[in-house]
Protein backbone atom coordinates (compact mmCIF):
# COMPACT_ATOMS: atom_id res chain seq x y z
CA UNK A 1 0.00 0.00 0.00
CA UNK A 2 1.13 3.22 -1.16
CA UNK A 3 2.24 5.93 1.85
CA UNK A 4 0.52 9.67 1.46
CA UNK A 5 4.01 10.76 1.30
CA UNK A 6 4.65 8.03 -2.21
CA UNK A 7 1.36 9.30 -3.69
CA UNK A 8 1.75 13.30 -3.22
CA UNK A 9 5.52 12.55 -4.81
CA UNK A 10 4.05 10.29 -7.77
CA UNK A 11 1.39 13.33 -8.76
CA UNK A 12 4.05 16.21 -8.40
CA UNK A 13 6.20 13.83 -11.18
CA UNK A 14 2.81 13.94 -12.77
CA UNK A 15 2.66 17.37 -12.89
CA UNK A 16 5.87 17.78 -14.75
CA UNK A 17 4.52 15.15 -17.99
CA UNK A 18 4.39 17.05 -21.38
CA UNK A 19 0.81 15.70 -21.38
CA UNK A 20 -0.18 17.11 -18.23
CA UNK A 21 1.38 20.23 -19.13
CA UNK A 22 -0.75 20.03 -21.81
CA UNK A 23 -4.15 19.23 -20.52
CA UNK A 24 -3.94 22.39 -18.49
CA UNK A 25 -3.16 24.63 -20.77
CA UNK A 26 -5.72 23.62 -23.14
CA UNK A 27 -8.35 23.63 -19.73
CA UNK A 28 -7.40 27.19 -19.19
CA UNK A 29 -8.56 28.32 -22.60
CA UNK A 30 -11.71 26.34 -21.59
CA UNK A 31 -12.29 28.19 -18.41
CA UNK A 32 -11.66 31.58 -20.11
CA UNK A 33 -14.13 29.81 -22.64
CA UNK A 34 -16.56 29.30 -19.85
CA UNK A 35 -16.34 32.30 -18.32
CA UNK A 36 -17.40 34.30 -21.51
CA UNK A 37 -20.91 36.23 -20.78
CA UNK A 38 -21.82 36.19 -24.06
CA UNK A 39 -22.43 32.62 -23.98
CA UNK A 40 -24.90 32.33 -21.66
CA UNK A 41 -28.57 32.58 -22.97
CA UNK A 42 -30.48 31.90 -19.79
CA UNK A 43 -30.35 30.69 -16.32
CA UNK A 44 -29.94 27.24 -17.55
CA UNK A 45 -26.70 28.01 -19.50
CA UNK A 46 -25.30 30.16 -16.42
CA UNK A 47 -25.75 26.78 -13.98
CA UNK A 48 -24.25 24.93 -16.61
CA UNK A 49 -21.05 27.25 -16.53
CA UNK A 50 -20.92 27.25 -13.26
CA UNK A 51 -20.92 23.25 -12.83
CA UNK A 52 -18.13 23.88 -15.31
CA UNK A 53 -15.88 26.44 -13.59
CA UNK A 54 -16.04 24.15 -10.36
CA UNK A 55 -14.66 21.22 -11.86
CA UNK A 56 -12.41 23.14 -13.86
CA UNK A 57 -11.01 24.98 -11.00
CA UNK A 58 -10.61 21.40 -8.87
CA UNK A 59 -7.97 20.37 -11.69
CA UNK A 60 -6.37 23.46 -12.18
CA UNK A 61 -5.94 23.78 -9.00
CA UNK A 62 -4.64 20.11 -8.06
CA UNK A 63 -1.49 21.06 -8.38
CA UNK A 64 -1.11 23.72 -5.98
CA UNK A 65 -3.08 21.78 -3.26
CA UNK A 66 -0.63 18.89 -3.67
CA UNK A 67 2.07 21.01 -3.24
CA UNK A 68 0.44 22.41 0.23
CA UNK A 69 -0.34 18.73 0.98
CA UNK A 70 3.27 17.46 0.67
CA UNK A 71 4.90 20.80 2.62
CA UNK A 72 2.16 19.82 5.75
CA UNK A 73 3.55 16.42 5.62
CA UNK A 74 6.67 17.59 6.07
CA UNK A 75 6.09 19.84 8.74
Do not use: C, Y
Not at 23 to 38: F, P, Q, T
Request: glycine fraction near 6%.
Amino acid sequence: MKTDEDFLKDRLELFQQPGWLDLIAELHGIESSVRDIDTINDEKDLWHAKGQLQQLGLILSLESATTIAMDNLED
